[in-house]
């Protein structure tokens, strides 16, 4: 079992930045992939971006070049720096991490096993 809480949302103007992080409850955090994803009012649950237990990384094509995904197992955390962001980047935030064996980068809510509560992200134009 693990706990997450996310936290760093809020409001922004286009073009700004923000840091969210996703604090882990559990010795064994170094042993899930993590990823976030969002939702926007109306619309399906959207892939971010994830982290592998080993470091590896995948984005979504709507964030490359802009977000940035990390993790420091040390302090059970994981980052998303969102830069350059845009009115079309407001959502609720969430941080989800899973264990089970996967054959694919998992970009799909299902391949997760725990949710945090979420954290509201808003880009004013």
């Known amino acids: 079992q693990v706990q997450l809480v996310e936290s760093g949302g809020g409001l922004v103007q286009a073009g700004g930045s923000l840091r969210l992080s996703c604090v882990a409850s559990?010795?064994?955090?170094?042993?899930?992939?993590v990823a976030w994803f969002r939702q926007a009012p109306g619309k399906e649950r959207e892939f971010v971006a994830t982290?592998?237990?080993?470091?590896?990384?995948d984005y979504s094509d709507s964030v490359k070049g802009r977000f940035t995904i990390s993790r420091d197992n040390a302090k059970n955390t994981v980052y998303l720096q969102m830069n350059s962001l845009k009115p079309e980047d407001t959502a609720v935030y969430y941080c989800?991490?899973?264990?089970?064996?996967?054959?694919?980068?998992?970009?799909?809510?299902?391949?997760?096993?725990?949710w945090g509560q979420g954290t509201q992200v808003t880009v004013s134009s």
């Open positions: 982290i592998s237990r080993s470091g590896g990384i």
């Open positions: 559990g010795r064994t955090f170094s042993t899930y992939f």
């Open positions: 989800a991490a899973g264990s089970r064996t996967q054959l694919v980068v998992p970009t799909t809510p299902r391949q997760y096993d725990y």
